[in-house]
T-cell receptor
């Protein structure tokens, strides 16, 4: 069974601070996929990144970076120089490669990030 | 860029009524999904649909729920005899048929049961 834990319920930072959102996952599959989604106050889900279990390279996209470590089953997300527009709920998700063709992700409970001006 | 479109954005319904939530997936996608998110909680899987039939469903997706793809473009979620606890955001998603491409989510329909 797959499980995603986002232990941080809410994080509050001041603009320009760096912030890291933690994600720890559990799976018995050797093939799996990890995702991060952003949910701004308007409610939609915005896809940020997908990572497969065979690719442990960290990734950077502008102010966003992701640190995937299989040894600790973690897929953490860092926002550098945070901005007020980064205020949102961020969800980490996991889908197992053996789920047939459905690849249904299991979501964590989300971390609410509040960036103060 | 193609999008998953959901209508309406907000639906208010009296308890006990039936409601139909509509989704237009991305045109060349083959897998379709519905998810539910109760306010302040995580996104929960309801059902997946492939080749004109349900491929997987969660415990939440009981007899009160049904899905349909009535034509080549729409994908609907019907909730019969709505209850207060059905109030939530409902997301439709779709993805291509190859590999594990990420699901593309619609903007959601906020369902409020009075």
């Amino acid at each position: 069974a797959q499980k995603v834990t986002q232990a941080q319920t809410e994080i509050s930072v001041v603009e320009k601070e760096d912030v890291t959102l933690d994600c720890v996952y559990e799976t018995r599959d050797t093939t799996y996929y990890l995702f991060w989604y952003k949910q701004p106050p308007s409610g939609e889900l915005v896809f940020l990144i997908r990572r497969n279990s065979f690719d442990e390279q960290n990734e950077i996209s502008g102010r966003y970076s992701w640190n995937f470590q299989k040894s600790t089953s973690s897929f953490n997300f860092t926002i550098t120089a945070s901005q007020v527009v980064d205020s949102a709920v961020y969800f980490c998700a996991l889908s197992e490669g053996s789920s047939g063709g459905s690849y249904i992700p299991t979501f964590g409970r989300g971390t609410s990030l509040i960036v103060h001006p | 860029e193609p999008e998953v479109t959901q209508t309406p954005s907000h639906q208010v319904t009296q308890m006990g009524q039936e409601v139909i939530l509509r989704c237009v997936p991305i045109s060349n996608h083959l897998y379709f999904y519905w998810y539910r998110q109760i306010l302040g909680q995580k996104v929960e899987f309801l059902v997946s649909f492939y080749n004109n039939e349900i491929s997987e469903k969660s415990e939440i997706f009981d007899d009160q729920f049904s899905v349909e793809r009535p034509d080549g473009s729409n994908f609907t979620l019907k909730i019969r005899s709505t209850k207060l606890e059905d109030s939530a955001m409902y997301f439709c998603a779709s993805r291509p048929g190859y590999s594990n491409q990420p699901q593309h989510f619609g903007d959601g329909t906020r369902l409020s049961i009075l």
